[in-house]
């Protein structure tokens, strides 16, 4: 079965959430700080860039043509006074190894020649034209205009992918003068200490959000332990009652709950106790004065009433005291039960098969499993002619028994769980039963955890199927 995508613990999908919100946020604080530093860097450089190659162009404007070719020449030679200050313009006989990064580029190169043109159309006037493009291959000669102070650094590390642009400025005389602009390669980069402290935070903020999601599920998970041993356990133990507000309300409002369960189980006790004192005493004095009787007939006839009476009594009080006979849960080896189970039956005359084994021994009440199983075999004996039992073991134990009887209406098959009652076929003397066998197994099956079902087979018969979880 494929996995699902999202995690099915809650202290997963707390902490999963958690961590991808924080992840959400740092990298949308990182992508504002890039951009804003890409912002402060091209203002800077543009800024800069316009400064000198404006104070550049004015000073070339006051020289004869002569002399303004002359100059440039000089400028643009490598050994000019304005050449960059890492290497040589057009980039060949850059270090080979430059120094280490100090810093992380990111993809966010802003249009910085829009921007720089207009700077210098503000700068140098209407007289004046202004090309800006990528500088061609073979690079023309042409004068380097060094970075700004706060970008040489990032340029000596990335010389060699540094992108270069040539500015050329038209003189009103028709004259030009070409200047090299060196960008960085993919913006104004960050500085690695700040990825640093980031991913400090991010560490930080994961594990303090590892505790919180620990502090709210880990009550929740004893709330739900302490919810499963209700009816499994006579006192299960209360939930201490601490960490958040809401969680303490839930634990004392579980605590108040078992109580008041124990104290109505205690009254019902207590009743039941002395129901079964009051109803036993004029039973037995019914029974002597009937063994005075000369009327054979009558004497047992009215035998068997007290004797249906008596049973329904036992079988009542069964039914009524549920969990509260005290009987400790323990490792029951299913396979020597059922195997005990079927001897007691081969013994009274009736057929009992059973197949397959369980892997290992269930942990549950013993006294109880076998009366729950007790009470489906004879009922699949006493209307089915047969019991065949198939065992199969896994995430749980499964114990179906089927029988070869008409089986039961499927309007029925859950009405026949409720205590006292009966179909109409088994209203006789001959069938006997008071209606609580099924009603005493479903109850001992779901105080297991488990469940008791009842099928027809499309054979023929009727399939009880009792399953009891694993508990992990």
């Known amino acids: 079965m494929r996995p699902p995508l999202w995690p099915q613990s809650l202290f997963v999908r707390l902490l999963a959430a958690s961590v991808a919100a924080v992840l959400i946020a740092q990298a949308v604080g990182l992508l504002l700080i890039a951009q804003e530093r890409e912002r402060f860097v091209l203002q ?12 550049t162009t004015q000073m070339l404007q006051l020289l004869s043509a002569p002399e303004r070719a002359q100059r440039v020449s000089e400028l643009s030679a490598p050994h000019g006074h304005m050449h960059m200050p890492f290497g040589p313009p057009d980039g060949h006989g850059a270090d080979p190894h430059p120094p280490p990064r100090g810093f992380v580029p990111l993809p966010l190169l802003s249009d910085f020649e829009a921007a720089l043109k207009e700077q210098l159309h503000a700068a140098l006037g209407p007289s004046y034209s202004v090309d800006i493009g990528p500088t061609p291959e073979p690079p023309p000669a042409a004068i380097s205009i060094p970075a700004p102070f706060y970008e040489a650094h990032e340029l000596a590390a990335h010389q060699s992918t540094a992108r270069r642009y040539d500015v050329t400025v038209h003189f009103a005389d028709g004259d030009s003068v070409i200047y ?26 994961v594990i303090a959000l590892y505790a919180a999601a620990r502090n709210i599920t880990r009550p929740l998970l004893d709330l739900a332990r302490a919810a499963d041993s209700v009816g499994r356990e006579l006192r299960p133990a209360r939930l201490e009652e601490r960490v958040a507000r809401e969680l303490r309300d839930a634990a004392r409002a579980f605590n108040t709950m078992q109580d008041r369960l124990h104290r109505y189980l205690d009254s019902r006790t207590r009743v039941l106790a002395a129901m079964s004192h009051d109803l036993k005493t004029p039973l037995t004095r019914l029974r002597l004065q009937v063994e005075t009787l000369d009327n054979p007939t009558m004497q047992a006839r009215i035998g068997r009433e007290l004797d249906e009476m008596e049973g329904m009594v036992r ?58 199983l007790t009470n489906l075999i004879a009922n699949a004996v006493k209307f089915g002619v047969r019991a065949d039992l198939a065992v199969e073991d896994g995430a749980e134990l499964v114990i179906r028994v089927r029988d070869h009887g008409p089986g039961i209406p499927e309007s029925e098959l859950e009405r026949v769980f409720e205590p006292f009652y009966r179909l109409e076929s088994s209203r006789n003397r001959d069938s006997g039963g008071t209606g609580l066998g099924l009603s ?14 009842l ?3 499309p054979g023929g018969g009727l399939e009880a199927v009792l399953r009891l979880p694993r508990r992990r």
């Open 440 to 453: 005493i197994a479903r109850d001992i099956a779901q105080a297991h955890g488990g469940s008791l079902s």
């Open 315 to 372: 079988e009542a009080l069964s039914l009524f005291r549920g969990l509260d006979d005290g009987e400790p849960a323990a490792a029951v080896d299913v396979n020597a039960l059922l195997a005990q189970i079927r001897a007691e039956f081969t013994d009274m005359g009736s057929v009992v098969t059973v197949s397959g084994s369980a892997l290992q021994p269930y942990v549950g009440k013993p006294q109880a499993l076998k009366r729950c």
């Open 455 to 457: 099928v027809n087979l």
């Open 44 to 55: 800077g450089s543009v800024r800069e860039w316009t400064r000198r190659i404006a104070e």
């Open 180 to 205: 090299r602009v060196t960008r960085l390669p993919g913006g104004a980069p960050l500085p690695r200490n700040l990825l640093i402290n980031l991913t400090l935070v991010v560490l930080l903020l």
